[in-house]
């Protein structure tokens, strides 16, 4: 059974003003989702969620719509929609196509380079600097604001979509992990000043090896699904070895 959306917490939504009403939905079931009042994996009922906060339906599901957008909802065919629940498995089948799927588009990105391009990611980059503290979504809309410009940039729209698609559910599910802990330091902005320097032509490491090393510190068993993944750990790995004997 869902918990009550509004409990302890909230404003009467009945008055608001219909232009803000479904900013204010969003907010309200958002803060449920981080919150733990509504649990990972649970069905969000648009009937149930109205009579709850006392509205009609039609701003329940333009807010579910928004929230899906953010990925922390999913559409689940003939079944409804639910709050993201990723397996560890899942994740890490996700971060494999990342690892290709990314890499291909930076290189798309390093070959249509502009002043502009890198500009907006060296903001975005100073941006997370300063993250700390932040609340956990300021900080993911951040986060995969720097990944989207790059994306948008690669001329690509399938690949655009793909991303898409399969990242900000990964994004999203990261959220309600780390709030769940109580965790603020989200960014890791060296990470990205790698992706930068990559698509500035700054570093001899390949597209895949700035990937791996942007998401190995929090997917660990990456390799787990991705040869291409193994392979690099393995290269990465023989040269340590070789370094270490001289």
Do not use: Y
């Not at 869902?2 to 608001?16: D, M, Q, R």
């Amino acid at each position: 059974m869902l918990e009550p959306v509004a409990a302890n917490s909230t404003e009467n939504v009945k008055s608001l003003d219909t232009r803000t009403l479904k900013d204010q939905v969003v907010r309200l079931i958002r803060g449920s989702i981080l919150s733990g009042k509504i649990s990972p994996g649970v069905r969000l009922n648009e009937s149930q969620l109205a009579r709850e906060l006392g509205v009609s339906r039609v701003p329940i599901r333009e807010a579910l719509q928004q929230l899906e957008l953010q990925g922390l909802v999913v559409n689940v065919p003939r079944r409804g929609k639910f709050v993201i629940s990723l397996s560890e498995e899942e994740i890490q089948q996700i971060n494999s196509l990342r690892l290709i799927l990314e890499a291909e588009a930076l290189r798309l990105c390093r070959a249509k380079i502009t002043p502009e391009l890198i500009a907006t990611l060296n903001e975005l980059a100073g941006k997370m600097h300063d993250a700390i503290g932040l609340p956990e979504m300021e900080a993911a809309a951040l986060d995969l604001e720097f990944h989207r410009t790059i994306w948008q940039h690669c001329g690509n729209e399938l690949l655009v979509k793909t991303l898409e698609g399969i990242t900000v559910p990964v994004f999203a599910h990261r959220v309600l992990w780390r709030a769940k802990r109580g965790m603020l330091d989200w960014a890791s902005p060296a990470h990205h000043e790698l992706m930068i320097d990559f698509i500035q032509s700054r570093t001899q490491e390949s597209a895949e090896k700035v990937m791996l090393t942007h998401l190995s510190p929090h997917f660990s068993r990456l390799g787990r699904f991705s040869s291409l993944a193994l392979s690099l750990l393995d290269s990465a790995g023989s040269v340590e070895r070789a370094s270490n004997k001289q």
